[in-house]
């Protein structure tokens, strides 16, 4: 299961925000947090703020596991730049650059959980295995959803 959460429009320059995002690209969720929250930079803290939206993103519309999430992705794109003017020598005027980023993060599970809508149980599955399945009362729900995914496919 993924779980995606977007920041647009963020003012500040995308290459200041990529410092702190390389940081924590690929680490587990409250490990992230942790290195994020002791980085000395102002990007910190839009960074943080959106790592915390998805994380409550996965716990109130999935029912995942704090503990069970890392970053899977995590990428900072330029968003549109205001362009402002400065005045210089000889009655000059340059442009002031005023960028913005767009940061996207998607959370990934370490083990990776199941859904079956039927009786609304969560079955764990293996992250590496996705055949096996942990004996529970349902188990004969999920031979027969996986039959119906043979057949389609």
């Known amino acids: 299961m993924e779980v995606k959460a977007k920041a647009r429009f963020i003012r500040m320059s995308p290459q200041k925000v990529r410092l702190v995002v390389d940081l924590i690209r690929g680490k587990k969720v409250s490990q992230a947090l942790d290195i994020a929250e002791f980085s000395n930079k102002w990007a910190k803290r839009p960074v943080i703020k959106l790592l915390q939206s998805a994380i409550a993103n996965a716990k109130h519309n999935f029912n995942l596991e704090e503990s069970n999430l890392f ?58 295995d996705k055949k096996t399945v942990k004996d529970t009362p349902t188990n004969k729900i999920v031979k027969k959803v996986k039959k119906e995914e043979i057949i389609k496919k």
């Open 71 to 128: 970053i899977k992705e995590i990428r900072v794109d330029g968003g549109p730049m205001l362009k402002r003017w400065t005045p210089k020598a000889h009655g000059r005027a340059t442009t002031v650059r005023k960028r913005t980023s767009h940061i996207e993060i998607v959370l990934g599970e370490t083990v990776e959980t199941k859904k079956i809508d039927d009786k609304k149980k969560v079955v764990k599955t293996e992250a590496n």
